[in-house]
């Protein structure tokens, strides 16, 4: 059974920095890419970052430069690194295969106050 496990959300303020982690069951995880997505209130739930399974990354325009993805294939986890946070970069954070998402986890909240 699959099952995602966000966590290291919070409160930050701006210009300041979080760690996500996503801890994965199941034996999908090693050859899949996987992602970051995020959801803010009242806007659809976006792709901000992915990865594959031999390291190759792509950001969202509105992250490159700031965040940074990564992975640990022996571990099932996938993180997050999120420098010079903005208000903007408020939102629920999940991880999930890319593309053909499976089931969605709970997420963390990610909050950055001006």
């Known amino acids: 059974q699959v099952q995602l496990v966000e966590s290291g959300g919070g409160l930050v303020q701006a210009g300041g920095s979080l760690r996500l982690s996503c801890a994965a069951s199941?034996?999908?995880?090693?050859?899949?890419?996987m992602g970051w997505y995020r959801q803010a209130p009242g806007k659809q739930r976006e792709l901000v970052a992915h990865?594959?399974?031999?390291?190759?990354?792509n950001y969202a325009g509105s992250v490159k430069g700031r965040f940074t993805i990564s992975r640990d294939n022996a571990k099932n986890t996938v993180y997050l690194q999120m420098n010079s946070l903005k208000p903007e970069d408020t939102a629920v954070y999940y991880c999930?295969?890319?593309?053909?998402?499976?089931?969605w986890g709970q997420g963390t909240q990610v909050t950055v106050s001006s």
């Open positions: 199941g034996s999908f995880f090693s050859i899949n890419i």
């Open positions: 999930n295969r890319v593309p053909g998402v499976l089931v």
């Open positions: 990865i594959t399974s031999g390291g190759r990354t």
